[in-house]
């Protein structure tokens, strides 16, 4: 079965400081891997998304993420974190089977940002 | 193009109580899922539909239901409300044959 882990459950930066998170995910065959991000009350966004091809895929709002199959991991990165990026952040695994497909989710890191 | 949507946003119920959320896709996508977050599980997947068919489901009791019309709205119902059941439910849309699926706001249910 995926898993997926997000070992941090909550990070402080300053803003303008770079920020990565990390994720680290289990899974059989090829991943589509995902990150959202979600303010409080708030549904979630997607942020980006890895299917195939280049490792190192570019978001929405200066993120980017890099895909290490050898580290299973796909980790998230902005080289300069603003006040409005402070939000939870999902790392995500997508997996088809028997005509169905579903997501499943880290736990969540909670990221406060220092003005 | 319009989002997913969902009504309500928010709920209170008591207990013993049922409760109906319903989620519109965004148009064109026709798979619908449904999410349960809670603070100490998460996000768990509960179902998805697909041309309303379920297509498979979570590891969640019966109570928990769903259904799928034709112009691809999905509903789930939640009957003999526990305590446990208080969380965040979101619903997702995507189009078929692709893998991103889109989210709504939320339905945020309390079961007092």
């Known amino acids: 079965a995926q898993s997926v882990t997000q070992p941090d459950i909550h990070i402080t930066v300053s803003e303008g400081a770079s920020l990565e998170l990390r994720c680290n995910y289990s899974?059989?065959?090829?991943?589509?891997l995902f990150w959202y991000v979600q303010s409080p009350g708030q549904g979630l966004q997607l942020l980006l998304k890895y299917f195939s091809g280049d490792t190192l895929v570019q978001g929405i709002k200066g993120f980017e993420a890099e895909f290490k199959r050898s580290q299973s991991s796909f980790n998230l990165r902005k080289p300069s974190v603003h006040w409005s990026d402070a939000a939870e952040y999902f790392c995500?695994?997508?997996?088809?089977?028997?005509?169905?497909?579903?997501?499943?989710f880290g736990k969540g890191t909670k990221l406060s940002v220092i003005p | 193009k319009a989002g997913v949507t969902q009504t309500p946003r928010y709920l209170i119920k008591t207990r013993g109580q049922q409760v109906t959320l319903s989620c519109s896709p965004i148009?064109?996508?026709?798979?619908v899922s449904w999410y349960q977050q809670t603070p100490g599980q998460g996000l768990q997947f509960l179902f998805e539909?697909?041309?309303?068919?379920?297509?498979n489901k979570g590891n969640f009791p019966g109570r928990f239901s769903g259904r799928q019309f034709s112009n691809s709205r999905s509903e789930m119902n939640v009957s003999t409300l526990e305590l446990g059941d208080s969380a965040l439910y979101l619903c997702a849309s995507r189009r078929a044959g692709l893998e991103t699926q889109y989210f709504g706001p939320g339905t945020r249910l309390l079961v007092l």
């Open positions: 539909y697909f041309s309303e068919t379920q297509r």
């Open positions: 995500a695994v997508g997996s088809s089977g028997a005509g169905s497909y579903q997501l499943t």
């Open positions: 899974y059989g065959a090829t991943p589509y």
């Open positions: 148009s064109g996508h026709r798979s």
